[in-house]
């Protein structure tokens, strides 16, 4: 098993910055990807970045390209996303999940964080 756990949410003004993290535990090995997804109220989940175990490739989705960077330091297990430029509409519950393959699609992911709160005001 692999446990996640996502911390540095809270609430930012519009243009601000946040740092999330994603610290992995456990059969770190079967991490070979981590994704960032999102889920805002009454939305369904949506892919925001995802990066491969030696961070040599990323994707994006394209409403945070630009503004959003994945990242790893696999010494600490751990993956991040640096959002910049934030906006009310990133508004939502940040979720990483570990998976084998780099894909946007949240059911290749077999394991999940418990989410991490991210609150834009305008």
């Known amino acids: 098993q692999v446990q996640l756990v996502e911390s540095g949410g809270g609430l930012v003004q519009a243009g601000g910055s946040l740092r999330l993290s994603c610290a992995a535990s456990?059969?770190?090995?079967?991490?070979?990807?981590t994704g960032w997804f999102r889920q805002a109220p009454g939305k369904e989940r949506e892919f925001a970045a995802a990066i491969n175990w030696s961070g040599s490739s990323t994707t994006y989705a394209d409403s945070v390209r630009g503004r959003f960077t994945i990242s790893r330091d696999n010494v600490k297990n751990t993956v991040y996303l640096q959002m910049n430029s934030l906006e009310p509409e990133d508004t939502a519950v940040y979720y990483c999940a570990a998976g084998t393959t780099l894909v946007v699609d949240g059911n290749q992911y077999a394991y999940w964080g418990q989410g991490t709160q991210v609150t834009v005001s305008s």
């Open positions: 456990g059969r770190t090995y079967r991490a070979v990807v």
